[in-house]
T-cell receptor
Framework: AQSVSQHNHHVILSEAASLELGCNYSYGGTVNLFWYVQYPGQHLQLLLKYFSGDPLVKGIKGFEAEFIKSKFSFNLRKPSVQWSDTAEYFCAVKTYGGSQGNLIFGKGTKLSVKP | GAGVSQSPRYKVTKRGQDVALRCDPISGHVSLYWYRQALGQGPEFLTYFNYEAQQDKSGLPNDRFSAERPEGSISTLTIQRTEQRDSAMYRC???????????????FGAGSRLTVL
């Protein structure tokens, strides 16, 4: 069965530090890739997505992610985090060949940014 | 509506009771999805609809769980004879039709937090 792994459960950074959150998936076919974010007290929101084309995708608030097909990875990055980036981040994968509706999520990484 | 609306936001019930969770998707969104998120976990797929047709219910954990979307808009997730293990955040999402640029991009509601005592 397809799965999504997020390697870090909780990451603590100081403001201005660089961020990289790992995401790996297990599926050899075509995928759509997503990062969702949940700020405290809010609902899940789309941060960025990759469908095709340039493997380096840019999202909102200065976030970017790089799809590396050979590594089955879609890591999220931000050069300089802010306190307002404190949130939980979820990587998600939609595979082709399976159910249209089945977006598979990782367990999430909680990011805490110290001011 | 402007966003995906879920109700109730919080539901506390006693073991053995039935609960119904409601989702009102974004107007014009054809596809509607239900996910469940336990504490410390990512959202887990339950079921989804295109219009009123339930396309995939493979994620429903057992036959106590059911969902419907009779008119292709509002959906209800029903859990019968609730158990403590059913306690979780139940999330609804909707997306645009499959051929549009917004397809496969899910917009989530705030969720319904269910606590079974």
């Amino acid at each position: 069965a397809q799965s999504v792994s997020q390697h870090n459960h909780h990451v603590i950074l100081s403001e201005a530090a660089s961020l990289e959150l790992g995401c790996n998936y297990s599926y050899g076919g075509t995928v759509n890739l997503f990062w969702y974010v949940q700020y405290p007290g809010q609902h899940l929101q789309l941060l960025l997505k990759y469908f095709s084309g340039d493997p380096l995708v840019k999202g909102i608030k200065g976030f970017e992610a790089e799809f590396i097909k050979s590594k089955f990875s879609f890591n999220l990055r931000k050069p300089s985090v802010q306190w307002s980036d404190t949130a939980e981040y979820f990587c998600a994968v939609k595979t082709y060949g399976g159910s249209q509706g089945n977006l598979i999520f990782g367990k999430g990484t909680k990011l805490s940014v110290k001011p | 509506g402007a966003g995906v609306s879920q109700s109730p936001r919080y539901k506390v019930t006693k073991r053995g009771q039935d609960v119904a969770l409601r989702c009102d998707p974004i107007s014009g969104h054809v596809s509607l999805y239900w996910y469940r998120q336990a504490l410390g976990q990512g959202p887990e797929f339950l079921t989804y609809f295109n219009y009123e047709a339930q396309q995939d219910k493979s994620g429903l954990p057992n036959d106590r769980f059911s969902a419907e979307r009779p008119e292709g808009s509002i959906s209800t997730l029903t859990i019968q004879r609730t158990e403590q293990r059913d306690s979780a955040m139940y999330r609804c999402a909707s997306s645009q039709p499959g051929q549009s640029s917004g397809a496969n991009v899910l917009t989530f509601g705030a969720g319904s937090r269910l606590t079974v005592l």
